[in-house]
């Protein structure tokens, strides 16, 4: 069945640097690739999404980049600032919207 | 403003009691979806709902039922909670385009069993 890898499963950055999370994934036929963050307390939010015909599509600080040969795509955020600290997910399932464990993400002022 | 309401934001039950945690959506979609959220574990499918009166069991679906009645409402039943059913519940809905579109949440259901 489909299944996707989420990389790192915690990270923690100063304010200011770079993050990258990481989504692999084993289904060819996938053609949509979105992100989602959850901030403490509320309800998971898409922040950016990808097709498989585009390589990378960027939003202010926030940009995801596929890579279909590999079969992974990747969340960067620049720039990072304390309200980036949130949970992060990629569905592993794009038809059933499943997901993994996520990302916890630390800003550190 | 898409719009995905859960009926009760707290519940507090004993065991063996039946629950019904109510969600409504307003954008008419057709994909319904019932998480459950805990610590370091993410975001668990326990059922999904492609139309009204359709359901598929996701990752967790035992100790779980789910009605579609209608198009906009998605209720998820806990047939006899139990102490281990003591969890965060959010409810989703998207657009029925297989393998996109934005999944809208709720706001969530704090269940707490005693």
């Known amino acids: 069945g489909e299944n996707v890898e989420q990389h790192p499963s915690t990270l923690s950055v100063q304010e200011g640097d770079s993050a990258v999370i990481k989504c692999t994934y084993s289904?060819?036929?996938?053609?949509?690739f979105p992100w989602y963050k959850q901030e403490l307390g509320k309800r998971p939010q898409l922040i950016i999404d990808i097709r498989s015909n585009v390589g990378e599509k960027k939003d202010q600080r926030i940009a995801v980049t596929l890579n279909k040969t590999a079969k992974h795509f990747s969340l960067h955020i620049t720039e990072t600032q304390p309200e980036d600290s949130a949970v992060y997910f990629c569905?592993?399932?794009?038809?059933?919207?499943?997901f993994g464990a996520g990302t916890r993400l630390t800003v550190k002022p | 403003d898409v719009k995905v309401t859960q009926s009760s934001r707290y519940l507090v039950k004993r065991t063996g009691e039946k629950v019904f945690l109510e969600c409504v959506q307003d954008?008419?979609?057709?994909?319904m979806f019932w998480y459950r959220q805990d610590p370091g574990l993410g975001l668990r499918l326990i059922y999904f709902?492609?139309?009204?009166?359709?359901?598929e069991k996701g990752d967790i679906p035992e100790g779980y039922s789910v009605s579609r009645e209608k198009k906009e409402r998605f209720s998820l039943i806990l047939e006899s909670a139990s102490t281990n059913q003591t969890s965060m519940y959010l409810c989703a809905s998207k657009v029925a385009i297989q393998g996109t579109g934005e999944l809208f949440f709720g706001e969530g259901s704090r269940l707490t069993v005693l």
């Open positions: 569905p592993y399932n794009n038809n059933d919207m499943r």
């Open positions: 954008m008419d979609h057709e994909n």
């Open positions: 709902s492609y139309d009204v009166k359709m359901k």
């Open positions: 289904d060819s036929a996938s053609n949509y």
